[in-house]
């Protein structure tokens, strides 16, 4: 059983599945606000992005799963499932939630 939020060997290994990269507890938390920012406004307000989350929408920009920013900003669906995918077992249902990364590769869709 996991916290609420907690940045698991399984969230872990979800995001770097879908990713194809190393990722971090600050990235796990960037997801629910940009979560936000699409059902809502649909723009990033500055005022609420540091400099390492600035640099991981870079990342995200250049794999392709966003585009823009604070102008207006758009995602792939891919992603958009991506994002609700690791939200639910890391906020909604970290209780349920294993702990510990799947042996034998990414779990998505289970």
Not at 50 to 69: C, F, K, P, T, Y
């Amino acid at each position: 059983m996991s916290k609420r939020g907690e940045f698991t060997p399984f969230i872990k290994s979800k995001m770097e599945a879908f990713l194809g990269r190393e990722t971090s507890r600050t990235e796990l938390r960037l997801l629910p606000y940009l979560h936000y920012v699409m059902v809502n406004e649909q723009r990033i307000d500055p005022n609420k992005v540091n400099q390492e989350e600035r640099s991981i929408l870079s990342q995200l920009r250049e794999a392709g799963h966003i585009d823009g920013g604070a102008a207006g900003m758009a995602i792939t669906r891919e992603f958009y499932d991506f994002i609700c995918d690791v939200v639910f077992y890391a906020y909604v249902a970290h209780e349920e939630t294993p702990f510990e990364a799947p042996s034998g590769g990414d779990r998505h869709g289970e």
